[in-house]
């Protein structure tokens, strides 16, 4: 009898280790994924997963095909990572901690840095040398002093370098061609006294490849704001830079305002768009979520109310208010007059696209194998959607 419940037990050990290896072997493979597997011209979007800056899992680039059916692929864990893309090239650009990664038709080509980065800033492709950049919060440098550094990886597939940049970079956009600008916060201090200051800065990229990063300006009229937090990356059309900037003023009063810098003028407007009576206005997700379509700039607050504001007449409005889903905190992405919503539904992944103007539903796409994908890493959240087209 005795035997017979050893034999049983065997028996059960042995099922238990085989059912493991099989599970170690499916997930091996999927964290192997060749990078011959994931081509540009068989995706339509690529929803980034991050990581949290302390703590050391993957994080997961979601390829999503044209049938729907998703791939994962798994890298080192950044936090606020995204991707961005060239239809000029027909690349799709990944960053993650140690590297830059160029999605091409070919497959995945990885170019590594000798130095981690941990938190990510923005990341963009300007048209001279074909050049892809990222931009990164890289913190205090022990090495090269005091102060506060942020770090451009930029390149394409045939070569890529790496630029300091003593600031603190909080938004970014560029002129499409040779150069990245940035509104950068500092501190000056005055005896005992502390203050925010904020300027405006450009990177420009020269014939030997090179960022030159210079002052366009110091932005003083900022100064005796407090709490001051811009949320988006900049909208650049025709020599001006647009963004949301929420602040308070000297009553304490909660206010936001469209930010309009001319850089031929240099000069700074602030355009108020809403006070909301002490609570602070929030977009509903950091990335993607201000764009210029003709005349009108929209976005999209986290209550998931659209907006649209006239530059030419200065007036504002809102369109209509979107479905957040079961989550609650879907990714979007204004683009081409269309709103792009990746959006959990009744524990399902949908692609969801909408009538930027009318907010009618166009199509919605159930993702198959998004779970999957999701397996590649752990203690990641969803934090930026790229729509290819």
């Known amino acids: 009898m005795k035997s017979k419940k050893w034999i049983i037990v065997i028996s059960v050990i042995i099922i238990a280790v085989i059912i493991f290896a099989i599970v170690m072997m499916t997930k091996q493979s999927n964290d192997t994924i060749s990078d011959e597997d994931l081509l540009y011209s068989d995706s339509k979007a690529v929803i980034y997963y991050s990581t949290t800056v302390d703590n050391t899992f ?18 080192d864990g950044l936090e606020l990572g995204s991707s961005t893309y060239s239809e000029k ?21 990885t ?3 000798d130095n981690p980065e941990y938190t990510a800033t923005s990341k963009g492709f300007l048209s001279k040398n074909n050049t892809f950049y990222s931009v990164n919060n890289t913190g205090v440098q022990e090495q090269n002093g005091e102060g506060y550094y942020s770090t451009i990886r930029y390149g394409n597939k045939d070569y890529t370098d790496s630029q300091l940049v003593d600031d603190w970079i909080q938004a970014v956009g560029n002129n499409g061609e040779d150069t990245i600008y940035s509104f950068v916060n500092y501190v000056s201090i005055k005896g005992e006294d502390a203050t925010d200051n904020y300027r405006l800065i450009q990177s420009k990229l020269n014939d030997k490849k090179e960022f030159e990063t210079t002052t366009i300006d110091e932005l003083t009229s900022l100064n005796k704001l407090k709490d001051i937090s811009i949320f988006n990356d900049f909208v650049y059309k025709d020599g001006v830079l647009y963004n949301l900037l929420n602040y308070k003023d000297d009553n304490n009063e909660v206010k936001t305002d469209l930010f309009v810098y ?17 609570a602070e206005f929030g977009l509903l997700n950091p990335t993607e979520n201000i764009e210029m379509e003709g005349d009108n700039l929209y976005f999209v607050e986290d209550t998931g109310a659209v907006h649209q504001i006239n530059m030419k007449t200065q007036t504002t409005k809102v369109l209509y208010t979107i479905d957040k889903g079961t989550n609650k905190d879907p990714l ?12 959990l539904k009744d524990k399902a992944y949908y692609l ?22 999701l397996n590649l890493g752990e203690g990641t959240n969803p934090y930026d959607l790229l729509i290819l087209e």
Do not use: C, H
């Not at 001319?262 to 002490?278: F, N, S, V």
């Open 58 to 75: 993957n994080s997961v680039a979601a390829f999503v095909s044209k049938d729907n059916t998703v791939k994962g692929y798994a890298m």
């Open 262 to 278: 001319d850089l031929k003028t240099k000069k700074l407007d602030l355009k108020p768009i809403a006070d909301y009576d002490g």
């Open 332 to 343: 979007l992405q204004i683009k081409n007059n269309k709103l792009y919503l990746y959006i």
């Open 352 to 373: 969801d696209v909408l009538d930027l103007q009318t907010g009618k539903q166009l199509t919605s796409d159930k993702l198959q194998g998004m779970d999957e994908a």
């Open 111 to 113: 170019a590594k840095f």
């Open 89 to 109: 090239t027909k690349t799709i650009l990944l960053e993650d901690k140690n590297s830059l990664k160029f999605v091409t038709d070919d497959g995945i080509q």
